[in-house]
């Protein structure tokens, strides 16, 4: 548990050595909370999600009154900044807002990618952590997401990523086995080596490796449960919800995010898909929380950040409403959730706090400092 003695003395020593190339120092164990991100993702308004029109009631009746819920949050009005979710994710991660160049990309199918460290970077040079231990778990539908975990080539900590989970990642891995295997007949290898091409022609180059073996056992367990088909698995955000779980199992991660996103359906015009998917996340996280809470790895060892990578508009006057790449004032008002051993319980912080605040918070948290972040932790979340 951490309170307010503990958030200045940790943040003091992770300034001291956080940065120290890894030959220089004896990297620790790491023995601190572990931290759970929940990327309400998609893009939400805090109509639909903490408001009167709530469709989150694990979420505004269990989860907050565990925690500290914060009902105005903000991302930054800043020229040339997007308010999108990859843009959104990397300001979690970083802690900082800048206007990300497309490294490359067609159209909606946005590529970028951090210039700055990421939480993931920052925890893996302060600590003694296997990669597995720092993971990122991410939608099917957006591969362009799965380097965002560290920062552009060139950048010192680049060798400092963590490992990422999604189905995208296991059907690298399953065609690469059929391949290898050879057992199949010529038209299921024939088509296995098409499907593994154009995923390979859609992954970052630095990531068409293999994963680390521990990984590449998670995915031969899920195959040998799920197969080849992919008919039987859980899809969309119920997909997420059955990694992260299977990875609290399997990997017991410290640090892990889950970047949930199917509210972003309804930017083709279907409120029902919208409600819909905000009470599937919501459903998602109590089923994650109430693994944690019955786990004795996590249990009372866990803290949870639920925050959304952007908001959402519904403006009736246009043909496709509720969109929020207009920039407009209502796709930066956002909100968030803390809760867990040394977070205040029962509070809702009348106060204006910033998405950039999110990245310093965790550092604090876990006992590292964010040091490119550009806001301070919100000291008045602990006890």
């Not at 600590?127 to 975990?149: K, W, Y």
């Not at 859980?234 to 509210?263: K, S, W, Y």
Request: overall charge negative; hydrophobic content about 40%; proline content about 5%.
């Amino acid at each position: 548990m951490i309170d307010r003695r503990q958030f200045s003395l940790s943040i003091g020593a992770a300034a001291a050595g956080a940065f120290l190339p890894r030959a220089a120092r004896a990297a620790p164990a790491y023995t601190g909370p572990n931290v759970f991100i929940l990327r309400f993702g998609g893009g939400v308004r805090r109509a639909e999600t903490i408001g009167e029109n709530s469709h989150a009631p694990y979420l505004m009746h269990s989860l907050a009154k565990r925690g500290v819920l914060i009902p105005d949050m903000q991302i930054a009005q800043l020229e040339g900044l997007a308010t999108s979710h990859a843009e959104g994710t990397i300001n979690i991660l970083t802690g900082r807002y800048l206007a990300y160049a497309d490294r490359g990309s067609t159209f909606l199918d946005d590529r970028l990618e951090p210039t700055r460290p990421t939480l993931f970077e920052y925890l893996q040079r302060s600590f003694a952590l296997a990669s597995h231990e720092a993971l990122l778990i991410n939608g099917e539908d957006r591969p362009q997401e799965e380097f965002i975990v560290g920062a552009v080539p060139g950048h010192p900590s680049l060798n400092l990523r963590s490992e990422m989970l999604s189905l995208h990642r296991f059907k690298l891995h399953k065609f690469s086995s059929i391949l290898a295997e050879g057992k199949a007949g010529e038209d299921v290898l024939a088509s296995a080596r098409s499907e593994l091409d154009s995923l390979l022609a859609n992954t970052p180059e630095e990531a068409r490796s293999s994963q680390s073996p521990i990984i590449e056992r998670f995915w031969e367990s899920w195959r040998a449960d799920y197969g080849d088909t992919g008919k039987i698995n859980p899809r969309g955000d119920r997909l997420l919800a059955e990694l992260a779980v299977r990875a609290m199992r399997q990997l017991r991660p410290r640090l892990m995010m889950v970047n949930f996103q199917d509210t972003d359906y309804v930017h083709w015009g279907n409120a029902s898909h919208y409600t819909r998917a905000i009470s599937i996340i919501d459903q998602s996280i109590e089923r994650i929380v109430e693994v944690a809470d019955n786990d004795p790895f996590y249990q009372s060892r866990t803290i949870f950040v639920v925050v959304p990578d952007c908001g959402r508009d519904a403006n009736s006057l246009m043909d496709v409403p509720f969109q929020h790449h207009f920039n407009s004032r209502s796709a930066h008002d956002i909100w968030a959730v803390l809760a867990g051993p040394g977070i205040v319980s029962g509070r809702t912080l009348d106060k204006i706090m910033d998405q950039s605040a999110v990245a310093s918070t965790i550092a604090a948290i876990m006992g590292f400092r964010a040091a490119e972040a550009e806001t301070s932790a919100m000291a008045e979340i602990f006890t």
